[in-house]
């Protein structure tokens, strides 16, 4: 495995818990944008940290690719099916 970047940090406390921020040089390295789902691994001698599947999108931008062409307008736009009052 070669390293691309490498950085020295330190681990923190975070709660009860550890962590280590990754810097931005790091996550567009490793190609990590915020809301990706990833697995953390312990391995031989260290952990290894990988994407586990495509980033959660925001409602700012599910809104921003909706488009009412392709997704459709009102749920019953060709009418009355049945014997709905209005």
Same mark, same amino acid.
């Given at each position: 495995?070669?390293?691309?970047? *490498?950085?020295?940090?330190?681990?923190?406390?975070?709660?009860?818990?550890? !962590?280590?921020?990754?810097?931005?040089?790091?996550?567009?390295?490793?190609? @990590?944008?915020? &809301?990706?789902?990833?697995?953390?691994?312990?391995?031989?001698? &260290?952990?290894?940290?990988?994407?586990?599947? *495509?980033?959660?999108?925001?409602?700012?931008? *599910?809104?921003?690719? @909706?488009?009412?062409?392709?997704? &459709? !307008?009102?749920?019953?736009?060709? &009418?009355?099916? !049945?014997?709905? *009052? @209005?």
């Amino acid at each position: 495995m070669t390293s691309i970047v *490498k950085v020295e940090q330190t681990v923190q406390e975070w709660g009860n818990a550890l !962590g280590v921020r990754i810097t931005a040089p790091v996550a567009r390295a490793a190609r @990590f944008v915020r &809301g990706l789902p990833i697995t953390v691994e312990v391995v031989d001698g &260290g952990l290894m940290v990988r994407p586990a599947g *495509k980033p959660k999108l925001s409602l700012a931008q *599910k809104l921003k690719a @909706f488009d009412p062409l392709v997704h &459709g !307008g009102e749920v019953m736009a060709s &009418g009355r099916i !049945g014997a709905e *009052k @209005f």
